[in-house]
């Protein structure tokens, strides 16, 4: 069974999806300018970038409302989200940011594919 608008989540898909937003929280704490880790340019500007719509992606999945479960609403809403935000950064209005990057589009972008790719291939149900 491949998750889609028809299936939901498999049962061991929740704690697996709220493991992996739990980190991708905690990562928060690590990141900014006292980072001091390897590759700071791409931590601090564009590591979160992709995980926040990796994360949001597959939360959504595991959702009880059926209209989340397809793969393509859910990819546009998380892209939606990403560019409206970065949006308003470029015209001033801070909003989860205040600094506007446009390869922050593409690090959205290769979050939710990244998702949907952890999603068809690892998260799958293999009994079925």
Not at 11 to 19: D, G, H, I, S
Not at 44 to 70: E, S
Request: a neutral charge; aromatic letters at 10%.
């Amino acid at each position: 069974m491949h998750l889609n608008k028809e299936s939901p989540a498999p049962r061991y898909w929740k704690p697996v999806v709220v493991a992996i937003c739990l980190a991708v929280g905690g990562i928060h704490f690590v990141t900014g300018p006292q980072y001091g880790g390897p590759l700071p340019g791409f931590v601090n500007g564009y590591l979160i970038d992709i995980l926040l719509p990796f994360a949001m992606y597959l939360l959504l999945g595991v959702q009880k409302i059926t209209l989340l479960h397809g793969r393509l609403l859910r990819a546009l809403l998380v892209l939606g989200v990403g560019v409206l935000t970065e949006t308003l950064q470029y015209f001033g209005v801070p909003i989860f940011g205040r600094t506007f990057d446009p390869l922050d589009f593409a690090m959205f972008a290769i979050g939710v594919l990244a998702a949907n790719l952890l999603e068809r291939v690892i998260l799958s149900d293999p009994l079925s």
